[in-house]
């Protein structure tokens, strides 16, 4: 008599615990690494700008993963550039180069693509501290819309075939002069198309890394036991990780056609206070003291990729969303060689009063203090 013993059920799946940077965010990290960008970068002269920065380096080490014939590191921190290049010592020699320059000399620029001559250049160079350009206007102009303005022309004069622009959320209804600035510096590359150039921007949050600086005086604050200052108990940011950053670099360089503007979907902004919480536990300090400072000027409560007047399109990448820049002011370049002259000139009402004429969405905030 044949005996039938009960099917066994599977055990139920376990599932893998979350990663530290996905309890921080309260989200998985989006996988960006892809094909497209793989084929894009293979066998390509590659030149990133602001190498030596979060976002650069980590976009440097990700296309070196994919195989590229050269790559050239450019930025004004020579001690950081060494070290960086360092990490590229298996490479062939002459495959990585790396170039002391700054983007806001024009014939520096120039000579660096003309010697390096990138078939794919991502210009991350520029200055993204809030605060600081809020103080120092001339000094965003110089870095943000010269820099940009020089880097965009030396790529169309010597027929580089893509070029992405690093800009941030800050651009979406800027109400910052470093969101002013940034949105002024995408309006430039579509303002060169119509030649073989093939330009992008692609618009990041805030930015968070193992071992990157928000990460870092974070992790010292509540280690010391010390006060962390959040700017308003309901401030929210789209925080991504350095990975995310760098992988919607090289898809949007990938995706894009006509000058658009790429940002990650990464869900509802997280409120600060909770984030700040959630890294506590993580260090295994649970009690953190929260100060609010109240939000500097410029500053916003909470970020939004798109602007109210921006069409959202989406793309092949159901995480990647894009629009369409509006055709850029009449008489742009004349008006930016005024701008850049009152920034040369140290002239910083001036400099403001023309970026609120370039950029009528532009609405300054002042500074709010907590309730």
């Given at each position: 008599m044949r005996r039938f013993l009960p099917r066994r059920r599977p055990a139920p799946a376990v599932p893998e615990p979350a990663s530290p940077m996905a309890l921080l965010l309260g989200r998985d990290e989006v996988v960006l690494a892809g094909p497209r960008g793989r084929r894009l970068v293979r066998g390509r002269r590659v030149l990133v700008t602001g190498a030596c920065g979060t976002v650069g380096a980590a976009l440097c080490r990700q296309v070196g993963r994919y195989g590229p014939a050269a790559l050239c590191l450019v930025d004004t921190?020579?001690?950081?550039?060494e070290r960086l290049g360092r990490e590229f010592a298996g490479f062939a020699d002459g495959a990585v180069t790396i170039a002391h320059a700054d983007v806001r000399d024009a014939g520096r620029v120039d000579r660096v693509v003309a010697m390096a001559r990138p078939e794919l250049v991502f210009h991350t160079a520029g200055r993204r501290n809030l605060a600081a350009v809020e103080r120092d206007p001339c000094g965003g102009v110089?870095?943000?819309?010269?820099g940009t303005r020089h880097t965009v022309d030396s790529a169309v004069r010597h027929g580089v075939e893509r070029l992405v622009l690093v800009s941030s959320e800050l651009a979406a209804d800027p109400t910052s002069v470093l969101g002013a600035t940034l949105r002024l510096?995408?309006?430039l590359p579509h303002a060169a198309t119509g030649g073989p150039t093939c330009f992008a921007a692609v618009r990041v949050g805030s930015v968070l890394g193992a071992a990157g600086p928000p990460l870092s005086r974070l992790a010292r604050r509540i280690s010391a036991?010390?006060?962390?200052?959040v700017p308003h108990p309901a401030a929210a940011r789209n925080f991504m990780t350095v990975?995310?950053?760098?992988?919607?670099l090289l898809e949007a360089a990938a995706l894009a056609e006509e000058a658009e503007t790429f940002?990650?979907?990464?869900?509802r902004p997280v409120p600060v206070v909770d984030l700040v919480h959630r890294y506590a536990e993580q260090l295994r300090l649970p009690e953190v003291t929260i100060r609010f400072s109240g939000l500097g000027p410029g500053e916003k409560l909470a970020e939004k990729a798109f602007a109210d007047?921006?069409?959202?399109?989406?793309?092949?990448?159901?995480?990647i969303w894009a629009t369409r820049p509006a055709p850029p002011p009449a008489g742009l370049p004349a008006l930016l060689d005024a701008l850049e002259a009152a920034a040369g000139a140290g002239d910083a009402r001036r400099v403001r009063m023309l970026l609120r004429r370039l950029l009528p969405e532009y609405r300054p905030s002042s500074a709010v203090r907590c309730p």
């Open positions: 921190d020579g001690g950081g550039l110089a870095e943000n819309v010269t510096a995408e309006l036991g010390e006060a962390v200052t990975e995310e950053a760098a992988g919607l940002a990650l979907d990464v869900g007047s921006e069409r959202r399109i989406r793309t092949v990448h159901p995480k």
